[in-house]
Antibody, heavy 116, light 110 residues
Framework: QVQLQQWGAGLLKPSETLSLTCAVN????????WTWIRQPPGKGLEWIGE???????NYNPSLKSRVTISVDTSNNQFSLRLTSVTAADTAVYYC??????????WGRGTLVTVSS | QSALTQPASVSGSPGQSITISCTGT?????????VCWYQQHPGKAPKLMIS???NRPSGVSNRFSGSKSGNTASLTISGLQAEDEADYYC??????????FGGGTKLTVL
């Protein structure tokens, strides 16, 4: 069974770059699409994008210009970079196991706050 | 891409059944059967409850069921229990190889 452990900076200033990493334990790293999903406080879920073990990516068109998802197959990790953050990017960011047309399981989430 | 449309809230008494709808377009829900439902309790990560429109993952109660008609998917919870009180989100794959979520529905068990 896949387990996800995520980490990264929780407080950013406007215009800075958000950076989060997720480590994958268990399961087959090459069998899934590794996904980032976010949830602003009190609001709904938003799919950010995904990457496979070969580096193939798909991004949310509304974030595509600022997002990069990368993969480190040697360490079974994947990462999210979001540039030029604003207060609107304040959210809980989840790393998620994708593939097989579902998101399961989910990481515990990291609250990222953007404030001057 | 626009979010899928869900009712903001639904409610029901213990033992009753409720249905949550999720409306999209021909480019998402109506285009294939890759529709999922997630349950989220406060402060917790979402949990997969239904995949592929109507499949229940192992461990999910058979009180949860899913269906689809045209551009609208539905989640039905029968025999409501207090522990079912949570937020529920639908999601769908899209024709652009992206994913879209519904705005979420808050279920209150009266």
């Amino acid at each position: 069974q896949v387990q996800l452990q995520q980490w990264g900076a929780g407080l950013l200033k406007p215009s800075e770059t958000l950076s989060l990493t997720c480590a994958v334990n268990g399961g087959s790293f090459s069998s899934h699409w590794w996904t980032w999903i976010r949830q602003p406080p009190g609001k709904g879920l938003e799919w950010i994008g995904e990457i496979n073990h070969s580096g193939g990516t798909n991004y949310n068109p509304s974030l595509k210009s600022r997002v990069t998802i990368s993969v480190d197959t040697s360490n079974n990790q994947f990462s999210l970079r979001l540039t030029s953050v604003t207060a609107a990017d304040t959210a809980v960011y989840y790393c998620v196991t994708g593939g097989n047309w579902r998101f399961d399981p989910w990481g515990r989430g990291t609250l990222v706050t953007v404030s001057s | 891409q626009s979010a899928l449309t869900q009712p903001a809230s639904v409610s029901g008494s213990p033992g009753q059944s409720i249905t949550i709808s999720c409306t999209g377009t021909n480019s998402d829900i109506g285009g294939h059967n890759y529709v999922c439902w997630y349950q989220q309790h406060p402060g917790k990560a979402p949990k997969l409850m239904i995949s592929d429109v109507s499949n229940r993952p192992s461990g999910v109660s058979n009180r949860f069921s899913g269906s689809k008609s045209g551009n609208t998917a539905s989640l039905t919870i029968s025999g409501l229990q207090a522990e079912d009180e949570a937020d529920y989100y639908c999601s769908s794959y899209t024709s652009s190889s992206t994913w879209v979520f519904g705005g979420g529905t808050k279920l209150t068990v009266l």
